[in-house]
């Protein structure tokens, strides 16, 4: 009986909010006055019938509203702050993870709800899916992060990623609160970041890149003007004067791509102080080494196991640009563009802690990069390793004191 009537009264609202031209996922208010007037015009025809009124008012008009609105059965997990990803593997095989740690859900769906889901989201953000394009990657209106992969790339279902950015972090302060640093590594990255160092984060998938960036960004400047290149918009960087740029995939005529390295040489025209880039992956690391090594500080993230493999990789990826970049150009332009690497790790509780802070002398021996710990992780304590970083000038000119912020 109750599923008739959810069934009833979610076919009521949909057919006002066609009548109506609502947009339910602009205007969920309008959404949640026609779920109420629909659940009151059942209750009057019931009690005229004799028969019983909705019980449970709350219940049913949420389902409803998630229904007509919002995502049906994943929107409570959408909702739910603690949860960062939701993941379909087949109908019957919907997961999620919370603060790192992945747990199957009971959410049971059939092949069409996952494909009008999908349908439904990719409206909102304007893309399309289709078996000429079986990838798809978009940015929905809430900041949310989509991916879709469909058969024959797939083996049999539609595999559905929904990541979402959760700013547990706008400054190193809130860093030190979630145990990611300590307070000592913290001041430091802090006035490291003041003092225009550029800051390579790296990490694993779901380490915390993204947040830490975001996060050591806050304490950029507010005078700075800064920049920001992503594939798809993540970071909302606490400063004043910011311009962000995404990447836009082709259109199904194969026109219109606007690539990540286009957006880092456009963002050198747009007069910035600093630029920071969302995760460097390919060839665009070729032009972010030439901005920096223009004299422009910079932040990004890379994916790597360890500070010293992140190093490696920035001397690898701008090898992908074309045949005629060469080693003997990209790893002095690494040496003399990355100051700090902060590496980032998931533990196997979900916490994530930063492991190791870098610092890059710039000086480069038999083609390998001199790095030498500032901060390092022994007995699952982030402690002062014996390294310093580069430019202590820099620090001087802002008036900071390097020798007491790195005083064990």
Known sequence: MGGDVRARIEEVVRARVRDSGIDPARDAGAVH?????????????ALLGGAAPVRDRDSLARSVVDSVAGLGPLQPLLDDPEIEEIWINSPHEVYVARRGVSELTSVMLTADDVRALVER????????????SPFVDAALPGGERLHVAIPDVTRRHWAVNL????????????????GTLTPAAARFLEAAVAAGLTVLVSGGTQAGKTTTLGALAGAIPARERVVTCEEVFELTLPVRDVVALQCRQPSLEGT???????LVKEALRMRPDRIVVGEVREAEALDLLIALNAGLPGM??????????????????????????????????VASAIDLVVHVDLEPGGARRVREVAGVSGRVEGGVIEMSDIF?????ALIRGGGFPPHPERFAGRGLPLRDLLAA
């Open 33 to 45: 006055a026609l779920v109420a007037a629909a659940i009151d015009d059942h209750d009057e025809r």
């Open 163 to 178: 990541r979402k950015y959760i700013a547990r972090a706008s400054d190193v302060g809130d860093l030190v609160a979630l």
């Open 376 to 380: 390092t992780r022994r007995d699952g």
């Open 256 to 262: 219109g791509e606007i690539t990540l390295r286009r």
């Open 121 to 132: 989201m990719l409206a909102a953000a304007g893309r399309r899916l289709d078996l000429s």
């Open 300 to 333: 990004c993230t890379v994916h790597a196991n360890s500070a010293r493999d992140a190093l490696a990789k920035m001397c690898t990826l701008p090898l992908l640009a074309g045949d005629n970049v060469s080693d003997r150009f990209v790893v002095p332009a």
